[in-house]
């Protein structure tokens, strides 16, 4: 068990570590020097590289969000106030007087709002195309830094936007989304140099679950200041935490990946990879068609005031949390089942469950709030279990070019995002109930196509192009 887990994070994603040789991780006299005099935080250090990290993703993602919410609050405005925008047009926000009235309305189209919304997207593809080499010249710590400040200006600069001009408003959004890009890159970024082969579920777990512009300034600070790219270069790492996080790791993965040339062609045209791909499709429809539209369903379709409706769209992240958690140790206790079972099992539970979901959201009554409120949030909770079932499957399959078929993931995630909008703005007029079970239907069924495709073609063992 402890070479699969030891497999599955040396390959969980390709990152170039500048890290001692095995023969000098043993001595811990060369490790450190001065250990005597230093400050090593209880040898949790690690911990706190944790922390910071789950915080900046956070924000990052927080920020990439939150004018999602923005829709729902000036909707409310306009129900609030009595008057009604036309169907073909959004409130973006309004400005009102000492006295309390209206001062000036600033009203952006349907297919304008579509585009808003697609920027976070359209940056994201920016970020993730930059990222690599710019962590191979200037390091994780410098670059997640900088990336991090681009969502805090930009976030901190969208009340200004907002009130100007259409286009500040989608450059804003492209800054925040080329921040955004760095979620799914930091979770071997960061897991990798710093997590010990026992801990590396926890790590994966937390830093792929998420808890607004000043906060973000400072978590990206206090991250730029404590953060190394090694432990070994922290100084209040010690000896005795550096050889726990280091123990048993392959130390000579990434140099052998070095230079090697990516086989391309066999890998996108392996049955398996496309089987993948196929599910990373099914899997990201099914996930962001909630994930970016969540409060608006929750609030304009389902009448939850903007309370209930924050709440209810955090409910889901929480909940996944706590199954992500779980899910990790409990996939590698199920030794009984071979280790290609355990993954069509999770990767089915979650997106079959998921589909399942849509269906069920598509023929209930619109009245039933409550029970929509449950299968939206069962929908998401689903959804997270998917990273022990098709990633996990990547990781084990895909060996030392993981992190091709993860830029793969991230871009249909990015792309899924970019188009979804435009596609919602076009079949879905004013919020209508019946509109929005046409496009869960519709979910629900490429979800569980992609899903039989994965299981039926699913393979476990490393492919021969990794050899």
């Not at 990336?147 to 500040?168: E, R």
């Not at 060996?399 to 792309?415: D, K």
Request: hydrophobic share 45%.
């Amino acid at each position: 068990m402890i070479l699969q887990k030891q497999e599955i994070l040396n390959v969980i994603l390709n990152v170039p570590l500048k890290i001692r040789s095995e023969s000098t991780s043993t001595d811990n006299s060369s490790c450190k020097s001065g250990e005597e005099n230093g400050f090593y935080c209880w040898n949790s250090t690690r911990y706190l590289i944790l922390i910071i990290s789950l915080i900046c993703f956070s924000l990052t993602l927080s920020n990439a969000i939150a004018f999602n919410f923005t829709i729902v609050c000036v909707h409310r405005d306009l129900d609030k106030d009595g008057t009604k925008a036309a169907v073909t047009e959004v409130v973006l926000f309004r400005n009102r007087s000492s006295n309390g009235n209206i001062a000036d309305t600033y009203v952006i189209s349907k297919d304008q709002e579509a585009m808003v919304i697609s920027a976070v997207a359209a940056g994201s593809i920016i970020g993730s195309l930059s990222l690599p080499y710019a962590s191979s010249k200037l390091g994780t710590r410098l670059v997640f830094t900088i990336y991090g400040f681009i969502s805090a200006i930009s976030t901190l600069l969208s009340p200004f936007a907002l009130s100007h001009s259409i286009y500040l408003i989608i450059l804003m959004r492209i800054g925040q989304g080329i921040a955004n890009s760095i979620g799914i890159p930091g979770l071997g970024a960061i897991t990798s140099p710093w997590a010990p082969i026992s801990e590396s579920g926890i790590f994966l777990s937390f830093l792929s679950t998420h808890l607004q512009g000043g906060l973000t300034v400072f978590a990206f600070g206090a991250f730029f200041v404590f953060f190394r790219d090694s432990p070994k270069f922290h100084k209040n790492v010690s000896s005795k935490e550096l050889n726990e996080i280091i123990n048993g790791k392959s130390l000579n993965s990434n140099e052998r990946s070095k230079g090697l040339k990516t086989p391309y062609f066999k890998i996108l045209t392996d049955k398996s990879v496309i089987g993948v791909i196929i599910a990373c499709i099914g899997g990201a429809i099914g996930f962001q068609v909630f994930n970016q539209y969540g409060p608006l369903y929750l609030s304009q379709v389902l009448n939850l005031n903007i309370k209930k409706a924050g709440i209810g769209a955090a409910i889901p992240y929480i909940c996944s949390l706590f199954v992500k958690t779980a899910c990790g140790p409990i996939s590698d206790r199920l030794t009984f089942l071979s280790q290609k079972t355990r993954v069509i099992m999770f990767a089915s539970i979650s997106q079959y469950c998921m589909a399942l979901c849509y269906i069920l959201l598509a023929l209930m009554p619109f009245k039933s709030d409550t029970a929509a409120q449950i299968l939206y949030t069962l929908a998401l909770t689903f959804s997270g279990i998917s990273c022990v079932g098709t990633l996990k499957g990547i990781a084990l399959q895909a060996r030392q070019y993981t992190y091709f078929l993860l830029t793969i993931s991230a871009f249909i995630h990015n792309g899924v995002v970019l188009i979804f909008p435009f596609i919602i703005s076009a079949f879905v007029q004013d919020n209508n109930p019946y509109h929005w079970s046409t496009i869960f239907y519709a979910v629900g069924i490429v979800v569980t196509i992609s899903v039989t495709i994965f299981n039926v073609t699913c393979e476990i063992e490393p492919r021969p192009w990794t050899y």
